[in-house]
């Protein structure tokens, strides 16, 4: 099983960026689609985006446009841009290992193979 950790949440205005990472140790990472999914206070998971070993990627339509994510295996580690961020972007985000990209970026993300303790996200208006 992969361990995951991320870094690189805080406050921010809405229209502003934030950078996610998340460093992985254990499993072969780059066996799995890596991902980040998103929990916000009261409400359920749903998935974020999602990059396979092929470097193919996915993202909930939420996000498209404004949030990119990327790998760097010399690193073991997966990155998450956030730009143009809004209010309702506002949520406990966690680094995931998943089989498949298509269950890590459902609207409830399935299939996940261990997740990180995540990194807070706040957008204020």
């Known amino acids: 099983q992969v361990q995951l950790a991320e870094s690189g949440g805080g406050s921010v205005q809405a229209g502003g960026s934030l950078r996610l990472s998340c460093v992985a140790s254990?499993?072969?990472?780059?066996?799995?689609?890596m991902g980040w999914f998103r929990q916000a206070p009261g409400k359920e998971r749903e998935g974020v985006a999602g990059?396979?070993?092929?470097?193919?990627?996915r993202y909930a339509d939420f996000v498209k446009g404004r949030f990119t994510i990327s790998q760097d295996n010399a690193k073991n580690t997966l990155y998450l841009q956030m730009n143009n961020l809004k209010p309702e972007d506002t949520a406990m985000y966690h680094c995931?290992?998943?089989?498949?990209?298509?269950?890590?970026?459902?609207?409830?993300?399935?299939?996940?193979?261990?997740w990180g303790q995540g990194t807070q996200v706040t957008v204020s208006s």
């Open positions: 990059i396979d070993d092929r470097g193919i990627t």
């Open positions: 995931a290992a998943a089989v498949l990209c298509s269950g890590l970026t459902a609207t409830s993300p399935r299939g996940l193979d261990s």
């Open positions: 254990g499993s072969t990472y780059s066996s799995y689609c």
